[in-house]
C-alpha cells in the first residue's frame, strides 16, 4: 500500500465525521493534494474545515508524507473529476466520460462516450460520435490509466452536429 492508499484510509472517516466525502488523493514530491465533496458541493468553509481536520493527521504520521517540506492542497475535485473507484464510476452511469488506457482497446488508447456499466472487471462505454446502433466498447479495469467525466457546455447539439466541449 502507497502513501496515497495510506491516507485514504485514514483521512476518509476523518473527513466523514466533518461531513465531507473524501474524493481523491495523490502524493508527490513536494505535495499532498487532497480533493473532498459533499452534496451540494463545497465552499471555502468546509475547505478550511477539511484542513484542519488533516493537518494533525499528517503532523502525527509523517511518514505518510513527502520528505522535508510539502504543500498540502484541499479542494473540490472540480467539474471534469477523475473516478477511480467503483463506486464512483457507478454515480456517473448514463454520463458523458473520457477513458484513456495503457494499451489499445478495439483498436483506440483513448475513448469518449456514454458510462454505460461499471464493474469490478470492465467500463462499458457507448462512444460518443457512433450511430446508435453502434457496439459499446468494453474496456478492462486493468487497462485504465484514468476516467474523468467531460463538461459539455449549452444545449444538446442539433442531430448531425457535434457537441461543444469545454476543456478544464
Known sequence: ???????????APLLAAAGLELWDVEVTRDAVRVMVDRAGGV???????ATAV??????????LTPDGRFELEVSSPGVERTLRTLE????????????????????ARR???????????ALTVAPEDAPADAPTV??????????????????????????????A
Open 43 to 49: 465552499d471555502l468553509d468546509a475547505l478550511a474545515e
Open 1 to 11: 500500500m502507497g502513501p496515497a492508499d495510506a491516507i485514504r484510509d485514514l483521512a
Open 88 to 107: 464512483q464510476l457507478q454515480r456517473y452511469l448514463g454520463q458523458l466520460v473520457a477513458v484513456k488506457t495503457t494499451e489499445s482497446v478495439a483498436g
Open 138 to 167: 468494453e474496456i478492462p479495469r486493468a487497462l485504465v490509466q484514468r476516467t474523468r467525466t467531460v463538461l459539455v457546455w449549452g444545449p444538446a447539439p442539433k442531430p448531425g452536429q457535434k457537441r461543444t466541449e469545454a476543456r
Open 111 to 121: 475513448w469518449q462516450g456514454t458510462l454505460v456499466a461499471a464493474d469490478e472487471q
Open 54 to 63: 488533516l493537518s494533525p493527521l499528517f503532523d502525527d504520521n509523517p511518514e
